[in-house]
């Protein structure tokens, strides 16, 4: 039976994942495990899919299509150059350009794949989907929802029951899915969501703010032009990265309006009380799904988060108050859904799959402050600042404030636990940052932890009015903590016969015109072009040349396809 492959089509990331000896792998897209979910037209009005058109975006603005699958089973039409595309041509462009990453990973053909849409999304949205596959050059042979698919990626074969709540907070949409896990099967019992709330609209929020300080400054509305509304867009963007592992984040951008430069600084707390109402309004849609399914937060098991949304601290923080447990993020938020694809993926194509090992720190790592504890205030409150099961190398920080007038020194001390009191916990090292700032009580001292996978803890604190700091690694007793994995055999019927696919490839090879049009095209380009770059540039465009040549002559399609896409990225930059 063929490979069939795991697809997740995002709103702003999309992914592709494939099951290999059991276990399924991520397959690279030009080195990123990630690809934006990007579109466009380069100066040269050739087609560009993923990073090269993300890339782009600031400076061809009409020239570039995000945030497509906000559209998908809509009739309305999106304008790329000339022409008027539906969502679901633009969705097969990103489609077709995993499904060439992952026949160049696995070096045979693909033509099967599990896509993954959002629970909430409704039948129209479905059939866009599957439409956008098959507009594609794939054969669908599943769609399944977002959560399920997450589900599938923690536990594809727990013997005991579980119920589980997925949080599933991506770029542009929201779901959240009420699932029993019996014995490997995966069940959605409710679901509930917003196809229009995501990330993107985070990224609103911050940008309407900051905007309106920059027009508080100069009288410039940078949100007018819709070049310079996207370098904002960029800024505000890494800034909210920022802010789900540190207390505050510097937005910058030089030059963004005339000889106007974009400087200031955002609070994870300025930012989290823009953002709550959204984020409330997910914890609504949390307690409705309960609600559908008959059942109260406490039969909730777990809840695991997906989606790079979910990475906002306030996220976690509602989650735990709702339902006194820890949301689970062992899996990256961003790679699990198309992980759980990949396992469809394989059962449907006859292969067995087992669970994924994944490094995590088994303890919370924070330190010790004065804080309310049960209506007292107490100088020994345990902080957490790395918590438990989080996927290793991490590094996150938070702020402190001193107690007293111009306090001259801080203790730091660290400790690792779960108790809400330190002296519960196990005391890890301390050290002493001396030589403050003469200034009033609620001086800042930022404190950052980063723990890398050797167990090694390196804890810096920052005084933040003066930038004094002092770190000091930490050497942590403990034993890495892994997953169990079930042990499975390998499916000696999983592969296709690889000499006869070869061979009917072969047999009929036979190059498309409009591939071997645009190779022609970038072949000219590059000979206008050669002779004026390094050499190291020159010897690698004439290696693609001639890849590119033996690829017309044999009629390989796959190769070729993927050979126009590294030239013409190449040329992208060196054009310019």
């Given amino acids: 039976m063929s490979i069939c492959i795991g697809i997740d089509l995002g709103t702003t990331n999309s992914e592709v994942a494939v099951v290999n000896d059991g276990q399924p792998e991520i397959v ?15 100066a040269k009005r050739n087609l560009i899919v993923g990073t090269t058109a993300k890339n782009q975006m600031i400076v061809r603005p009409d020239a570039t299509i995000l ?35 992952a026949e160049k990973y696995l070096g045979e053909k693909v033509d099967r794949a599990v896509i993954t849409v959002p629970a909430y999304f409704d039948d129209a949205q479905r059939k866009a989907t599957r439409n956008a596959g098959i507009l594609a050059g794939l054969d669908v042979a599943r769609i399944i929802n977002e959560p399920t698919a997450a589900a599938l990626a923690y536990d594809a074969n727990l013997e005991t029951d579980e119920t589980v709540l997925v949080y599933d907070l991506g770029g542009g949409t929201f779901d959240v899915s009420l699932v029993v896990v019996e014995n490997g099967v995966v069940e959605v019992k409710a679901s509930h969501g917003d196809t229009h709330l995501g990330g993107d609209d985070f990224d609103n929020l911050l940008m309407e703010h900051v905007s309106g300080r920059f027009q508080a400054q100069y009288d410039i509305n940078l949100m007018d032009d819709k070049a310079t509304r996207n370098r904002l867009w960029s800024a505000v963007e890494s800034g909210k990265r920022q802010l789900s592992n540190a207390p505050y984040a510097q937005i910058r951008e030089e030059f963004i309006h005339g000889d106007h430069h974009l400087d200031l600084e955002i609070s994870r707390l300025d930012y989290e009380d823009m953002i709550r109402p959204l984020v409330q309004k997910t914890m609504d849609s949390v307690h409705q799904c309960l609600k559908d399914g008959t059942m109260l937060p406490g039969a909730v098991d777990r809840v695991i988060l997906v989606g790079g949304a979910s990475r906002t601290p306030l996220v976690t923080e509602m989650i735990q108050n709702a339902f006194r447990i820890e949301p689970r993020h062992e899996i ?48 020994d409150v345990f902080v957490p600042i790395i918590r438990r099961n989080t996927p290793l190398p991490v590094e996150k920080s938070d702020v402190f404030a001193t107690m007293i007038h111009a306090q001259e020194a801080v203790d730091v001390q660290i400790y690792q636990g779960e108790a809400p009191i330190t002296d519960e916990n196990i005391f890890i090292g301390n050290f002493l940052i001396e030589g403050l700032g003469n200034v009033p009580a609620g001086n800042q001292i930022v404190l950052n932890l980063s723990l890398d996978l050797n167990g090694i803890l390196q804890v810096t604190a920052v005084e933040k009015c003066t930038g004094l700091s002092k770190s000091v690694r930490m050497e942590i007793d403990s034993d890495k903590m ?14 296709i016969d690889e000499g006869a696919a070869r061979d009917d490839e072969k047999g009929g090879a036979s190059t498309k015109p409009d591939l071997l049009s645009r190779a022609k095209r970038l072949r000219k380009r590059v000979l206008d072009l050669v002779d004026h770059v390094d050499e190291t540039d020159r010897e690698e465009l004439r290696a693609l040349v001639d890849k590119s040549k033996k690829a017309v002559t044999s009629g390989d399609d796959v190769v070729l396809a993927e050979l126009n896409e590294s030239l013409s990225d190449m040329l992208f930059y060196l054009e310019d």
Avoid: W
Wanted: aromatic share 4%.
């Fill in 482 to 495: 892994t997953f169990d994995l079930d042990q499975a055999e390998k499916n000696l019927n999983a592969f």
């Fill in 332 to 379: 990256n938020p961003d790679l699990i859904v198309a992980m759980g694809a990949a396992i469809q993926g394989g059962a449907l194509s006859g292969k067995k799959t087992r669970s994924i090992l994944v490094d995590i720190t088994p303890y919370t790592f924070g330190t010790s402050a004065v804080s309310m504890h049960e209506g007292d205030l107490r100088p």
């Fill in 28 to 42: 690279p897209v030009e080195g990123s495990s990630v690809m934006p979910s990007c579109v466009g037209l380069d």
């Fill in 67 to 101: 945030s497509i699958k906000r559209k998908m089973g809509e009739s309305a039409k999106v304008g790329l150059g000339d022409q008027k595309l539906a969502p679901e041509e633009i969705s097969a462009l990103i489609l077709k350009k995993l499904k060439h990453a």
